[in-house]
């Protein structure tokens, strides 16, 4: 699909969340290491401005379930308009579909184990911010 990926990673203060956004961008370089196209970015703002500044054309957007599409699609045809940024959608595999942060925080922040669920680096990494001190 592209020589190259860039995750791009908003900075969203409206947003709380678990991690803060250097722990995040660190679990998501140890995360695709293994993956030498791929690297992490960090941006705020309008993402349009962002695929701008690096010369991108094309965003890649993956979708769990139509209420996914519903909203990604009007943020698509917006940066098409703003920016000519071109979005392709890509469904996400059916044995995640069910998935989002918020369940796999629950569950880990209960003692479940998230092990098939996520990367083994977010998995320690939830076990060391809930206090966790199960098997690692």
Not at 25 to 46: M, P, Q, T
Request: negative net charge; glycine residues 4%.
């Amino acid at each position: 699909m592209a020589d190259e990926v860039t995750i791009a990673v908003l900075v969203n203060r409206t947003k709380q969340s678990l991690f803060t956004l250097d722990e995040r961008v660190d679990l998501l370089n140890a995360s695709v290491a293994h993956l030498a196209n791929v690297k992490v970015d960090v941006f705020e703002g309008l993402l349009v401005d962002w695929c701008r500044a690096h010369g991108v054309k094309h965003v890649i957007k993956g979708l769990r379930a139509v209420s996914d599409f519903d909203y990604e699609l009007q943020m698509a045809q917006l940066n098409f308009r703003l920016a000519e940024v071109e979005t392709a959608f890509v469904s996400t595999n059916p044995q995640y579909s069910y998935l989002s942060s918020s369940m796999v925080k629950e569950i880990a922040q209960y003692g479940g184990d998230v092990s098939a669920l996520v990367p083994d680096v977010v998995r320690l990494a939830l076990l060391k911010k809930f206090g966790a001190a199960k098997e690692a």
